[in-house]
């Protein structure tokens, strides 16, 4: 079955230290893979995806198929980026599908 | 433009009851996707419908229901409610069927009771 884990539901990490949030999939097609963001009191975002390659804010992602990862990483933590991270997968094919983990709450601690 | 508008904020039902959750895309997108996230979870896909047609379903029972109307808004039903329907709905559009990027609502807050 299709499946995103996030194994860390906290995160803490000072200010000016590196971050990575880890993202596990199963799927047997081939993927395509997303960080979405929610900030206190806002919407959930789209931060990046995998087919783009690009940095947004400093977070970067690289998906792994051999380990089925996509985790996400920045080497400086801002005290701006606390906020609830989720990973997502979108099916390529058969029907539409999008599954989201469980999410990861980011703490940056001044 | 307002980004995606979901109606209503909030609403309380009792168990039994049918509840009708409504959304409007964003101008010139043309799919929409409904989601259910309990407190403590990511966003649980429901349906996902382009062009006024149901591209994508996810592991909800026939008590949900969903359509997309020509000026692509959309409306989600739910029949029959339990107690464990009671969660933030989230709707998210996007242009094309493959959602590439997708820009989501703020959300309804459902409990029922």
């Known amino acids: 079955a299709q499946r995103v884990t996030q194994p860390e539901k906290l995160l803490s990490v000072f200010k000016g230290a590196p971050v990575e949030l880890k993202c596990n999939y199963s799927y047997s097609g081939s993927p395509e893979l997303f960080w979405y963001v929610q900030y206190s009191r806002q919407r959930l975002q789209l931060l990046l995806r995998h087919i783009s390659r690009e940095s947004i804010k400093g977070f970067t992602a690289d998906l792994n198929k051999g380990e089925t990862s996509f985790h996400l990483k920045k080497p400086f933590a801002q005290e701006e980026d606390s906020a609830m991270y989720y990973c997502?997968?979108?099916?390529?094919?058969?029907?539409?599908?999008?599954?989201f983990g469980t999410g990861t709450r980011l703490k940056v601690l001044a | 433009d307002a980004g995606v508008t979901q109606s209503p904020t909030h609403l309380i039902k009792t168990r039994g009851q049918q509840v009708t959750l409504r959304c409007s895309p964003i101008?010139?997108?043309?799919?929409v996707s409904w989601y259910q996230q309990v407190l403590g979870q990511g966003p649980q896909f429901i349906f996902q419908y382009y062009e006024k047609e149901e591209r994508g379903r996810g592991n909800f029972p026939d008590r949900f229901s969903a359509r997309q109307f020509p000026n692509y808004s959309s409306e989600l039903n739910v029949n029959a409610l339990l107690l464990g329907d009671s969660a933030l709905y989230l709707c998210?559009?996007?242009?094309?069927?493959?959602?590439?990027?997708?820009?989501f609502g703020p959300g309804t807050r459902l409990t029922v009771t």
């Open positions: 101008s010139g997108h043309k799919s």
């Open positions: 998210a559009s996007s242009l094309g069927q493959r959602a590439y990027e997708q820009y």
């Open positions: 997502a997968l979108s099916l390529t094919s058969g029907t539409y599908k999008y599954i």
